[in-house]
């Protein structure tokens, strides 16, 4: 009655009595005879065989559980995993056997029940020594049995599966044989799907068994203060039974499920059209209410009635284990028999195993197939699985031929299924294709990826990520490839491999390369799907064309082919195109290697790319200093990679320290950039400060740009054109004549050495040939300058007026990098005046003259050059290089010959060279020692007259100028006042004279000519206006001089305001003007400049004449005027020292002039004499005669005896 309440059938009454007293017979007997056996044993063995088992037991369970030790413990147990061990209690002979409950210890089969329970918990309260305290908080989880719990259930579920998956593949037929056979047999083909079911399983509740324990263990020490040992001793007593009872259950409840899941799939999962792998399929449905066992529940009945009798003795252990061999394999073949057979069973475990991969017209997959891949040279590969090989990212598979008309028909001439064929005629798309990966998805970190095995043609398995370095980009762009790749050449995706499999060396060059971390790669078969690499999508263009994928161009800057693939910019920065597949597409290409054949680039047309590939976006933010994120791989000639951003400070930056974005054309007409790798490209030996030291740029090589990607390239350099039709080169050097030692790099055209003419060195390689004028520059060749001609541009310099600033108003640089001052205030030494410039002027600034260069005051104090004028006025300065041009002198000063004036240029009169100064600094036409009587320049070249002055050259002490003209605009006449003089102009230019003065114009004098010499008393002369000398009244009659002029002197000279000058000795310039005076003291020699100004010379003045002053003095007789010459200073050469020699003959030359000018002199007397003779009686005009002749004598005699002591 217990068993059949126990399994829930229900049987006719006249059949329960009779199963009853049966089994009561059985049951009797093998009681009997077991207690027998017992006893037998018990008396041949002094020792306890279970005690001796269990021992056993106890040390074998310990050692396994060890991995699990404090695991699933919690932290408050921490201080005790010390004395907590696994290992079994040392024996010492006087301790207590270790005898476990009898309740515990069951037979494998048993449930666990309240009664298991209640034993439990007494065998606990008998470790304890309390019998009174329940320690229900240590109770194990009531149901022992996880094939009750959901979460155990998909567990069981997922170890079955993957437990089958690693049997071999012969497994499947022998379990399935052994089904069919009914064997009574130890089921050894269980026993591996049981044992791998169950591990995980035993180990999680040993783990918790271990927990409860130690707890339980924990709390009776803290409450009986016992010591380690007694602790671990009460441990073992507890945890071995627990542990023996897990494993017995477990694996009893997992060889019945594996058997009752085999039967399940076979059964029903045959059937399912859901081919799918489901591990969920072998969780046990939910029990129904209907009163009829399933398949399940006999055998579930069947097992326990077997258990039963095992458990009662009825049932030998080998019984036991062949009649529930018997129970399984009956019921498993039962399910075979049922579905069809083996091989049906077979099919439906493998197809749920390994269920079919399907494609998306519904066909399934012939698995394995076997293709005949074109890209590896038509060798044959077997694949296990979709492939991508031949459509990269697109899985496929070969259709199985059961599957009739479904799929695609095959283009292959081998897709057939005949004995040279490969097996098959269809193919289709797989349904599960390979995930691409989405902008902006994380990917799964490494470590937590599971490493794929990506196939190659020899076997090999590729090594992914792997870095490449492409030849046709330069060799030294580093790609990370993490999928098979065509790039290299080899005409095949492929990838490197690990270890030494496949072949060696680089793809590209079949060599070994030191640059990469692999040395053997292999071509890919396609296998997994979505690890070759896609071809990209073509490019398009705005006329529709399609990009070419890779195609060959030689840019301008460059100079030799480099391979593009998609858009590039070059020759054009900034608008993006491309070649163009095909020959109708697009426009011809001009380019002489456009064409097919041999040395062209394989293309003829091209086209501009549409607008998603035009670099508007990514210019607009490089113009702003903003980068692309992440900074891309700028591509140069040397396949280096562009350092984004940089610094440089150089002559088109206007010597700044500028940070650039960009590929840059400073000091070349190409594109270029300092690059990231060490030792790529060129190294920067043109710049000082290309280095990464310490006030460095922080880069030292530099390459050009090749316009990969479109919009990094700075815009071509607006050409400069010439008079001539040549390319100004951009920047040029050029030397300067009048800056010796110094390369001047401009960047434009200059007016260097000709002013507001301004010219460039003319671009060799952007010119014809002899382009312009040769120049003579020593350095003018490609070694030196790097350019030959030269030309005068096209573009005329807006010249401008002294003192007045261009619209709109230029910065002018200076020779190191000064900005100059405009406008600017100086006095020069030679001129005297405060002057105001808008140009860069030659003056002397420490001393006079002129000097070979311009030069100006700069803004900055820091910059340029600190000096002094004679004034003591402080200037910062520096020399101008004549860029912008029209900034070296105001608007050029033509002359009659169509010249243009030297302005300024230094001239010497004759008529004051032996005088200090005697070399002065003109900035105009002047009127000076002009035969011509016009004004006249210094004239640049050799345009004009050549000049015959000793020191008109320009060589040291010269002139700096070698001809001279008339100037073209001459000195506007001035109508003449009553007394011949000119009329003076409305605005009064300052005359410059000898010494720096300025003329006093008007101004009063009273020549020689017009003064005489009267006999009458002082008071008599002064009322009259004359002047008492020597006793006698000499009267002299004013004039009014409006321009320099030659009155008693051989150079024409005017009077001076202050005590500029030299100071006079006549008696007029003594008097104030309140009483006849001329109302100035000092005079000095006029310089010709302003033109104009000059009387003209007269024809009777000798060119060697000395300086003389002149002298008014008395002499006997009224109304005779008598003149004598006084020397007024003697001056050495040029201001030093005359040798004796030199000055002997000087004296003798004196003599003969002073006897000369006596005779002169005693002529004029002699007519005066004669008139006073004719007005007075003759007696008094004859003694007056004598007198006055003998005074004369007398005085020239003195004169003479003087001059020669």
């Known amino acids: ?145 996880p094939i009750s719990d959901p979460k155990m259930q998909k567990e069981y579920a997922k170890n079955m599966v993957r437990m089958l998956k690693q049997l071999n593949a012969g497994y499947i037929g022998e379990l399935l044989t052994w089904a069919e056979s009914g064997s009574e047999t130890e089921n050894d083909f269980i026993a591996p799907l ?479 950039c300092p690059v990231n790798e060490k030792n790529c490209g060129h190294d920067s030996v043109m710049y000082g400060k290309a280095h990464t030291g310490k006030g460095g740029w922080g880069w030292t090589h530099w390459d050009k740009c090749v316009g990969d990607p479109p919009g990094f390239l700075a815009p071509e350099k607006t050409p400069v054109l010439t008079a001539k039709g040549c390319k100004c080169k951009v920047p040029w050097k050029y030397e300067p004549a009048s800056i010796p030692g110094h390369e001047v790099t401009y960047v434009g055209c200059a007016d260097i050495d000709s002013p507001n003419k301004a010219w460039c060195a003319v671009d060799p390689e952007l010119s014809d040939p002899d382009c312009g004028m040769k120049s003579e520059d020593s350095k003018a060749n490609l070694h030196g300058y790097g350019w030959t001609h030269w030309d005068y541009c096209m573009e005329e310099v807006q010249a401008h007026e002294q003192g007045e600033l261009p619209e709109p108003v230029e910065e002018v640089k200076t020779l190191n990098g000064c900005t100059c001052k405009m406008p600017y205030e100086i006095t020069p030494s030679d001129v005297g005046v405060t002057q105001t410039f808008t140009t860069c002027n030659r003056y002397g600034i420490a001393h006079g003259g002129t000097h070979t260069y311009w030069w100006c005051p700069v803004t900055d104090p820091s910059c340029g050059r600190k000096s002094t004028f004679p004034s003591g006025e402080v200037v910062f300065w520096d020399k101008c290089v004549g860029e912008p041009a029209g900034y070296l002198e105001p608007k050029p000063v033509l002359t009659e010959q169509g010249c243009e004036c030297l302005l300024p240029f230094e001239f010497g009169p004759d008529v004051l060279k032996d005088m200090e100064p005697n070399r002065f600094t003109y900035t105009s036409c002047i009127d000076i020692q002009s035969s011509h009587a016009g004004a006249w320049c210094a004239t640049r070249g050799a345009c004009g007259t050549p000049s015959v002055n000793a020191n008109a050259h320009t060589g040291p002490d010269g002139y700096g100028w070698t001809h001279w003209d008339k100037c073209k605009e001459q000195p506007e006449a001035r109508p003449a006042l009553p007394d011949g003089q000119p009329a003076l102009p409305a605005v009064m230019p300052k005359l410059r004279t000898q010494h720096g003065c300025a003329c006093k114009l008007p101004f009063e004098y009273a020549p020689a000519r017009d003064c005489s010499i009267e006999d009458k008393e002082e008071a008599a002369c002064e009322a009259q206006g004359g002047d008492m000398q020597g006793g006698w009244c000499v009267t002299c009659v004013s004039h009014t001089y409006t321009e320099c002029v030659r009155e008693d002197q051989e150079a024409a000279w005017c009077a001076v305001d202050g005590e500029c000058g030299v100071k006079s000795k006549d008696y007029k310039s003594k008097l104030p003007l309140s009483e006849g005076g001329y109302g100035w003291d000092h005079w000095d020699h006029c310089i010709g400049e302003p033109a104009g100004f000059m009387e003209p010379p007269s024809q009777e003045v000798s060119a060697k004449a000395e300086t003389h002053q002149l002298a008014h003095r008395q002499t006997a007789g009224t109304g005779v005027q008598v003149e004598s010459v006084t020397k007024k200073e003697v001056h050495g050469a040029r ?42 009686v003759a007696p008094r005009g004859a003694a007056v005669s004598f007198s006055l002749l003998f005074l004369a004598l007398a005085s020239a005699l003195a004169l003479v005896a003087g001059r020669a002591e």
Not at 51 to 62: G, I, P
Not at 117 to 143: C, I, K, M, N, W
Not at 629 to 647: I, K, N
Request: net charge negative; with cysteine.
């Open 194 to 672: 049981v044992e791998g079911i169950e591990a995980p399983l035993v180990k999680e509740l040993d783990a918790e068994a271990h927990k409860k324990v130690t707890e339980t263990v924990h709390e009776i020490g803290l409450r009986k203060d016992l010591s380690a040992a007694e602790m671990k001793k009460m441990r073992a007593r507890l945890l071995v039974p627990l542990l023996l009872r897990i494993r017995a259950r477990v694996h009893q409840q997992v060889e019945v499920y594996t058997v009752q899941m085999l039967r399940k799939v076979i059964v029903e999962y045959a059937k399912d059209d859901d081919k799918g792998v489901n591990p969920n399929a072998f969780i046990p449905p939910a029990g129904g209410e209907e009163k009829k066992p399933t398949p399940d529940q006999e055998l579930e009945y069947s097992l326990r009635d077997i258990d039963a009798l095992h458990a009662k003795g009825v049932l030998s252990d080998a019984d036991y284990e062949a009649q529930k061999s018997k129970v399984l394999s009956d019921w498993l073949g039962l399910a075979i028999k049922d579905i069809g057979g083996k091989e049906k069973a077979r099919k439906a475990l493998e197809e749920f195993l390994w269920p079919p991969i399907m494609t998306k017209d519904g066909c399934r997959c012939l698995l394995p197939f076997k293709y005949d891949v074109p890209e590896l040279k038509g060798k044959m590969i077997e694949y296990r699985e979709c492939t991508d090989i031949g459509s990269p990212g697109v899985a496929w598979c070969a259709v199985d031929p059961d599957d009739k008309n479904c799929g695609q028909e095959s283009e292959d001439k081998r897709a057939h299924e005949g004995e040279d064929g490969l097996g098959w005629t269809r193919w289709d798309e797989c349904v599960t294709q390979p995930e691409q990966e989405e902008e902006g998805e994380e990917t799964v970190a490494a470590e937590e990826q599971e490493p794929v095995k990506v196939r190659t043609e020899r076997g090999c398995t590729c090594r992914l990520p792997f870095e490449f370095y492409p030849q046709n980009m330069g060799g030294q762009r580093k790609l990370m490839m993490t999928a098979c790749t065509t790039l290299g050449g080899v005409g095949a995706h492929w990838c490197a491999t690990e270890g030494s499999c496949g072949r060696n060396g680089n793809p590209e060059t079949g060599k070994p390369d030191h640059s990469l971390s692999w040395t053997h790669w292999d071509k890919c078969i396609g296998e997994p799907a979505g690890y070759l690499l896609p071809e990209p999508e073509k490019k398009k263009t705005v006329q529709g064309c399609e990009c070419r994928e890779t195609w060959k161009f030689a840019p301008r800057d460059i100079g030799h082919e480099v391979v593009y693939g998609g858009c590039t910019d070059a020759d054009s920065p900034g608008t993006a195109w491309c070649a163009v597949d095909g020959h109708k597409c697009g426009t011809t290409s001009e380019d002489p290697k456009a064409g097919t054949g041999h040395g062209k680039y394989g293309w003829t047309k091209w086209d501009i790319c549409e607008k998603d590939e035009q670099p508007t976006e990514v210019q607009e933010d490089l113009e702003k200093g903003m980068l692309p994120h992440p900074v891309p791989f700028v591509r140069t000639e040397s396949g280096c990679s562009c350092m984004l951003p940089w610094d440089i400070s150089t002559a088109e930056t206007g010597n700044k320290l500028q940070t650039q974005y960009t590929c840059q054309r400073y000091d070349a007409n190409f594109a270029w």
């Open 1 to 145: 009655r217990d068993i059949a309440m126990s399994t829930h059938r229900t049987l006719p009454s006249k059949w329960a009595v009779g199963v009853v007293l049966a089994l009561a017979v059985v049951c009797a007997l093998a009681a009997v005879g077991q207690h027998a056996v017992r006893r037998t044993e018990m008396e041949s063995s002094p020792t306890d065989p279970r005690k001796v088992a269990l021992e056993r037991t106890l040390h074998a369970l310990e050692s396994r559980l060890s991995a699990t030790k404090g695991k699933s413990a919690g932290s408050k147990l921490a201080e005790w995993e010390d004395v907590l061990d696994h290992a079994a209690p040392e024996s010492t002979g006087s301790e207590e056997p270790l005898h476990p409950a009898p309740g515990i210890h069951r037979l494998p089969g048993e449930a666990w029940t309240a009664e298991d329970q209640d034993a439990y918990d007494a065998e606990v309260q008998r470790a304890v020594g309390e019998t009174d305290h329940e320690y229900d908080e240590h109770q194990l989880p009531s149901p022992l049995t």
């Open 1135 to 1176: 201001g030093r020292d005359a040798p004796k020699e030199e000055e002997d003959g000087d004296q003798k030359e004196e003599i003969k002039d002073l006897a000369k000018r006596m005779s002169l002199s005693i002529k004029s007397l002699d007519k005066k004499i004669q008139k006073l003779d004719q007005e007075a």
